[in-house]
C-alpha cells in the first residue's frame, strides 16, 4: 500500500496492434487537460461530459445512471455499452429541474422511492425505472439542516437496516464553537427510521430526531456500508489553516480521517464525538510543537491549555480508524461486493503550498470482518490506482473526483465535478477497449490519432521511438 501518487511511467505505456487485439470503440471521448495516469492492473474511460457540476450518482434497476449536477437538479443518463469500459451515451434526460439539489442521492431498498438533497432538507420522490420518471411532487422528509457552509448532505439507504436512511450534515465554519453542542446538530451523522414513513408524515427535524451515530465530526461527505458487516464509515474532510501554539502546521495538518461509526439496528452504534472544533489527528508529527507522545492517527489540540491538553483529546474523543494526508479531501467511499477493498475519491486541495490529492484510491479490507487491514497509526493505508500526472495544474485544469458508485457489471464510476465529467474505471488484467487500431498515450499525454483508453496491462508491452523519447523527457 503507498501513498505516494502512481508513477509517471505509466503514462508512457503503449500496446501495440501487435501484441494485443483492441475491442473497437466506437466512440472515444478525450478531456481538454492531462490524461489521467492510471495504476497497473487498471483500465479508465472518459464517458460523459458537458456535464454542470457533478456530485453524487446512483444506478436506477434498469441500469440507467442517476446525477446530481449541483445547481442544476437531476439528470438520468442511459448508454450503449459495448464491453470493457466501451460506452457511450445515448439518452440523457432531467428527472428534477431543481437546482437547490447539490450533492446527496439515494434509492430505497426496492428501488421505487428516490431520494436526494439540498443544504436544507431531504426530499423522496416515487420512481418509476422503466418509464424513468418521478412523482410530480416531491415529499420533505428530514428538514431543518440549512447552514453557512459545508452544505452537502450526504444520503445513504442501508441493505442491512432496510428502512433506515443515513445522513451527513457538515459544520457552520462562522461560528465552529457551535459544533461542541449536540442539540445545534452541525458536525453529526444521524440515521432516521422511513419504514413507516408515509404521505401524511411529518418530516423529521435533523437538529432534535434521529439516532446519532458520530458528532464533533467537520464534514464526513462520504458515508459507506460496509456489504457483509453492516459497519457505517465515514471519510473526513479535517479542517485547514491549523496553527498549534501559535505555530504554523497547516501543510501536512491534520489529517484527514476514516471512521467507524457501527452497524446500524444493534448496540455497537457508537454515538460519540470524534473531536472537532477541539482535536484532530495527526499526520506529520514534526511539524507540531509539543509533539511528545504524538504519533500518526492520535489526536491533538490545536491550542494546549488548563482545559484541553492531547491527553485529554485522546482519553474524551474517539480517534479515526485511519489517517489520511493532509488536504486530500475524500469526498466518497464505496466498497467492492465482497468487501475486499473500499474506494475513496480524493477530491484535492486548495490550502496547500504544493497541491495533492486528486486521485481515486483503494483501501484494503478484511471481508470478513470488516475491518481495514492497515494498522491505525500507519501512514501507509491505500493505493492510488488513478490520478492526475501534474498536480501542479491543479485544481485548474485536472479532473477533480467526487462521487463514486459501482454499476452491476462491477465497473466503478466517477464523477468530476470542475470538469463536468464522468469516468468508468475496471479491473483488467487482459486487453483493453479501444479503438481497432490499437492504444498508446505518450509521456505528455497525447492521444493517438484514433483515440485513446488509460490503463497499464501486465502482459506484453511494445515500446516504440516516440514512447522512449517521452520516457527520456522524464528525466
Not at 461560528?175 to 461542541?180: V, Y
Not at 492520535?298 to 474517539?318: G, P, R
Request: with cysteine; glycine share 12%; charged share 15%.
Amino acid at each position: 500500500m503507498k501513498t505516494k501518487r502512481v508513477s509517471r511511467l505509466a503514462l508512457a505505456v503503449g500496446l501495440s496492434a501487435s501484441t494485443a487485439t483492441a475491442q473497437n470503440c466506437p466512440k472515444v471521448l478525450v478531456p481538454s487537460y492531462n490524461f489521467p495516469v492510471v495504476n497497473s492492473g487498471w483500465q479508465v474511460q472518459l464517458v460523459l461530459g458537458g456535464l454542470t457540476k457533478p456530485r453524487s450518482i446512483e444506478f436506477d434497476s434498469t441500469g440507467a445512471l442517476l446525477v446530481v449536477q449541483s445547481g442544476k437538479g437531476l439528470t438520468r443518463h442511459k448508454f450503449s455499452d459495448q464491453g470493457g469500459t466501451c460506452l457511450s451515451e445515448t439518452e440523457s434526460t432531467v428527472l428534477v429541474g431543481q437546482t437547490s439539489l447539490n450533492h446527496g442521492l439515494a434509492f430505497s431498498t426496492d428501488g421505487k422511492t428516490l431520494y436526494a438533497s439540498t443544504a436544507e432538507a431531504v426530499y423522496a420522490w416515487q420512481y418509476d425505472a422503466d418509464r424513468g420518471s418521478v412523482g410530480a411532487v416531491p415529499r420533505a422528509i428530514v428538514t431543518g439542516m440549512a447552514n453557512d457552509d459545508l452544505v452537502t448532505r450526504t444520503l445513504l439507504v442501508s441493505k442491512k437496516s432496510p428502512g433506515s436512511l443515513v445522513i451527513s450534515r457538515g459544520s457552520g465554519e462562522v461560528n465552529m464553537d457551535k459544533a461542541s453542542v449536540l442539540s445545534n446538530g452541525l458536525s453529526q451523522v444521524r440515521v432516521f427510521d422511513l419504514s413507516n414513513f408515509t404521505t401524511t408524515s411529518k418530516a423529521y427535524n435533523f437538529n432534535t430526531e434521529g439516532v446519532v451515530l458520530g458528532w464533533g465530526l467537520r464534514n464526513s461527505v462520504g458515508i459507506g456500508e460496509h456489504p457483509a458487516t453492516g459497519g457505517i464509515y465515514g471519510v473526513e474532510n479535517s479542517v485547514d489553516g491549523v496553527t498549534r501554539n501559535g505555530k504554523d502546521i497547516h501543510e501536512n495538518n491534520p489529517g484527514e480521517e476514516l471512521n467507524y461509526f457501527g452497524v446500524l439496528g444493534t448496540n455497537s452504534i457508537r454515538g460519540q464525538n470524534y473531536g472537532y472544533p477541539h482535536c484532530f489527528a495527526v499526520w506529520n508529527t514534526t511539524e507540531i510543537p509539543a509533539n511528545d507522545g504524538l504519533s500518526v492517527g492520535d489526536q491533538f489540540a490545536i491550542q494546549e491549555n488548563n482545559t484541553l491538553t492531547d491527553e485529554k483529546c485522546a482519553s474524551d474523543y474517539v480517534a479515526p480508524r485511519l489517517t489520511f494526508p493532509a488536504h486530500y479531501a475524500p469526498l466518497d467511499i464505496k466498497f467492492n461486493k465482497d468487501g475486499s477493498e473500499a474506494f475513496v475519491s480524493f477530491h484535492g486541495s486548495f490550502d496547500k503550498t504544493d497541491p495533492v490529492g486528486y486521485s481515486v484510491a483503494s483501501i484494503p479490507f478484511n471481508p470478513t470482518t470488516g475491518e481495514p487491514l492497515g494498522a491505525h497509526n500507519s501512514n501507509d493505508v491505500f493505493d492510488e490506482i488513478m490520478t492526475n500526472p501534474d498536480h501542479g495544474v491543479c485544481p485548474g485544469a485536472c479532473f477533480r473526483p467526487a462521487g463514486l458508485a459501482f454499476d452491476s457489471a462491477g465497473r466503478l464510476w466517477m464523477t468530476s465535478d470542475t470538469t463536468g465529467e464522468i469516468y468508468v474505471l475496471q479491473k483488467r488484467s487482459g486487453t483493453p477497449t479501444s479503438t481497432a487500431s490499437g492504444t498508446i498515450v505518450t509521456a505528455t499525454g497525447s492521444p493517438n490519432a484514433a483515440g485513446t483508453v488509460w490503463g497499464r496491462e501486465t502482459g506484453a508491452l511494445a515500446w516504440g521511438a516516440g514512447i522512449l523519447a517521452g520516457l527520456l523527457a522524464l528525466f
